[in-house]
């Protein structure tokens, strides 16, 4: 019995980690997306429950409580949480599992240290653990916090923070050298996982609102490789290989972020993006200065889709905010049964976090057949009709292609200029994350439809409906 037990727990986590790796697979497409989930959060069960027939587990009512209420927050979370708040949820979950991770490495330090013997090869995991950990869980609360607009989305930084980052590095090595040295030293200990904790406050303060989606990525990745560090600590093989997973592909899906954006991670990280100030990068101001738009009300917009050939939608960061995806969707509907042929395009940076859009639309119940990543729909746009901008702005600047003084020159956009006519849907002239003007707006075949995205889809639909 007593080996029976250790071999069905090892078979377990091999089984768990088919099912991670299958539901990676299937998340890679957003008509398997859900079934994916489905099978990774299957593997996790097996895991937990492989887990708690461990010989090792102490306090069985203890554990079986934690689970308990960190469910029924999940469940409520789940239920309450518009799915306009998501990229919070998600950078809020990124904080908390950096945050477990490095409890774990801090409480088997200290377990260890009890026992008056520290090994070499736990101290080490247990200062990658307080790092990756701390750095996490700090820099996705303050992700969270601009998101949630409890402070400024701009780019905050201190006098020489540059500066003050090499130094708390170099302070975090020193400390660490001295733990190394001395295991038992519990006041290095201490002060690397402050150290931690403050670094990953300075790290993402100074990154811009516009740049979260590569943030929220990073610090994903990040979790993954703090997971993986307390699987060392505390020899957890199934820890170790999904936290590698989650760290693995959420340093892919930065790579692509960063692709989209035509920049670097470290440009991302250390440029303070998005704060240029707005008006630069064409010359024009925030309202436009001397350039005119051209303006257009619902029943103008609803003559041009109605009888339009071909439409392309491409939702922005606007349209979330309006929660106006399930009048998108109506409005699609109701073009279809005029024999339009509509699609939406997806940029790869559009919103708050990866696949923000996708998942909106989903939510709206919009056919996977009808979404089109960046480089398959950008061929498509000079034989479109009309391209319906809703709530999108640097995604679509064609400046980026254009003006090699703005900071945006060479990012990958969607290319509604080159459609035949484009209908803006946009509060205001404001410029966007990047801060500077988008000369879309002012083109002869732009037409600016300003107001809210959920009342000014809703008044569309009214009118193509009696057309």
């Given at each position: 019995?007593?080996?029976?037990?250790?071999?069905?727990?090892?078979?377990?986590?091999?089984?768990?980690?088919?099912?991670?790796?299958?539901?990676?697979?299937?998340?890679g497409?957003?008509?398997?997306a859900?079934?994916?989930?489905?099978?990774?959060?299957?593997?996790?069960?097996?895991?937990?429950?492989?887990?708690?027939?461990?010989?090792?587990v102490?306090?069985?009512?203890?554990?079986?409580?934690?689970?308990?209420?960190?469910?029924?927050?999940?469940?409520?979370?789940?239920?309450?949480?518009a799915?306009?708040?998501?990229?919070?949820?998600?950078?809020?979950?990124?904080?908390?599992?950096?945050?477990?991770?490095?409890?774990?490495?801090?409480?088997?330090?200290?377990?260890?240290?009890?026992?008056?013997?520290?090994?070499?090869?736990?101290?080490?995991?247990?200062?990658?653990?307080?790092?990756?950990?701390?750095?996490?869980?700090?820099?996705?609360?303050i992700?969270?916090?601009?998101?949630?607009?409890?402070?400024?989305?701009k780019?905050?930084?201190?006098?020489?923070?540059?500066?003050?980052?090499?130094?708390?590095?170099?302070?975090?090595?020193?400390?660490?050298?001295?733990l190394?040295f001395?295991?038992?030293?519990?006041?290095?200990f201490?002060?690397?996982?402050?150290?931690?904790?403050?670094?990953?406050?300075?790290?993402?303060?100074?990154?811009?609102?516009?740049?979260?989606?590569?943030?929220?990525?990073?610090?994903?990745?990040?979790?993954?490789?703090?997971?993986?560090?307390?699987?060392?600590?505390?020899?957890?093989?199934?820890?170790?290989?999904?936290?590698?997973?989650?760290?693995?592909?959420?340093?892919i899906?930065?790579?692509?972020?960063?692709?989209?954006?035509?920049?670097?991670?470290?440009?991302?990280?250390?440029?303070?993006?998005g704060?240029?100030?707005?008006?630069?990068?064409?010359?024009?101001?925030?309202?436009?200065?001397?350039?005119?738009?051209?303006?257009?009300?619902?029943?103008?917009?609803?003559?041009?889709?109605?009888?339009?050939?071909?439409?392309?939608?491409?939702?922005?960061?606007?349209?979330?905010?309006?929660?106006?995806?399930?009048?998108?969707?109506?409005?699609?509907?109701?073009?279809?049964?005029?024999?339009?042929?509509?699609?939406?395009?997806?940029?790869?940076?559009?919103?708050?976090?990866?696949?923000?859009?996708?998942?909106?639309?989903?939510?709206?119940?919009?056919?996977?057949?009808?979404?089109?990543?960046m480089?398959?729909?950008n061929?498509?746009?000079?034989?479109?009709?009309?391209?319906?901008?809703?709530?999108?702005?640097?995604?679509?600047?064609?400046?980026?292609?254009?003006?090699?003084?703005?900071?945006?020159?060479?990012?990958?956009?969607?290319?509604?200029?080159?459609?035949k006519?484009?209908?803006?849907?946009?509060?205001?002239?404001?410029?966007?994350?990047?801060?500077?003007?988008?000369?879309?707006?002012?083109?002869?075949?732009?037409?600016?439809?300003?107001?809210?995205?959920?009342?000014?889809?809703?008044?569309?639909?009214?009118?193509?409906?009696?057309?």
């Amino acid at each position: 019995m007593e080996s029976f037990i250790p071999t069905t727990i090892q078979l377990s986590y091999l089984g768990a980690t088919a099912l991670f790796f299958l539901g990676l697979k299937k998340l890679g497409s957003p008509a398997t997306a859900r079934q994916g989930n489905t099978l990774a959060a299957g593997g996790m069960l097996i895991a937990v429950v492989a887990t708690l027939l461990d010989l090792q587990v102490v306090n069985y009512p203890m554990i079986g409580g934690a689970i308990a209420l960190g469910s029924i927050i999940g469940v409520i979370a789940a239920k309450k949480v518009a799915m306009t708040d998501m990229p919070q949820m998600v950078g809020l979950l990124n904080g908390l599992g950096g945050a477990a991770s490095a409890l774990v490495a801090i409480a088997e330090f200290y377990r260890l240290l009890g026992e008056g013997n520290v090994p070499l090869n736990a101290t080490i995991t247990a200062i990658l653990g307080s790092l990756i950990g701390g750095i996490t869980f700090t820099g996705s609360a303050i992700a969270f916090a601009k998101l949630q607009g409890l402070i400024t989305g701009k780019p905050v930084s201190l006098p020489g923070q540059q500066i003050i980052n090499i130094f708390l590095f170099a302070s975090f090595i020193a400390g660490s050298g001295l733990l190394l040295f001395n295991p038992l030293n519990t006041v290095a200990f201490l002060a690397i996982t402050a150290i931690a904790l403050v670094l990953g406050l300075f790290l993402v303060l100074p990154i811009g609102g516009g740049d979260m989606p590569v943030v929220i990525s990073l610090l994903n990745s990040l979790s993954g490789l703090a997971a993986s560090a307390a699987g060392f600590v505390v020899m957890n093989n199934v820890l170790i290989i999904a936290g590698a997973l989650v760290g693995a592909s959420g340093l892919i899906l930065t790579e692509i972020m960063c692709k989209g954006m035509n920049r670097s991670l470290p440009n991302v990280l250390f440029s303070a993006f998005g704060a240029t100030a707005a008006g630069g990068g064409g010359g024009a101001t925030a309202d436009g200065g001397d350039k005119s738009v051209h303006k257009i009300d619902a029943e103008e917009g609803a003559m041009m889709l109605g009888y339009a050939r071909s439409v392309v939608i491409v939702p922005g960061y606007g349209m979330a905010v309006a929660q106006a995806q399930h009048s998108v969707r109506e409005l699609a509907d109701q073009l279809e049964k005029k024999g339009v042929d509509v699609k939406y395009a997806i940029h790869p940076v559009a919103g708050r976090m990866p696949g923000h859009m996708n998942v909106l639309l989903a939510e709206a119940n919009v056919s996977y057949g009808q979404l089109h990543d960046m480089d398959d729909i950008n061929p498509e746009f000079e034989r479109t009709d009309v391209a319906l901008v809703i709530g999108a702005n640097d995604v679509v600047n064609p400046d980026a292609k254009t003006d090699s003084s703005s900071p945006i020159y060479g990012m990958p956009i969607l290319e509604v200029d080159k459609a035949k006519n484009t209908i803006v849907i946009k509060r205001s002239l404001k410029p966007g994350y990047a801060g500077i003007d988008n000369n879309l707006f002012y083109r002869d075949n732009t037409m600016m439809y300003f107001g809210s995205a959920k009342e000014a889809v809703g008044q569309l639909v009214s009118e193509v409906k009696q057309l």
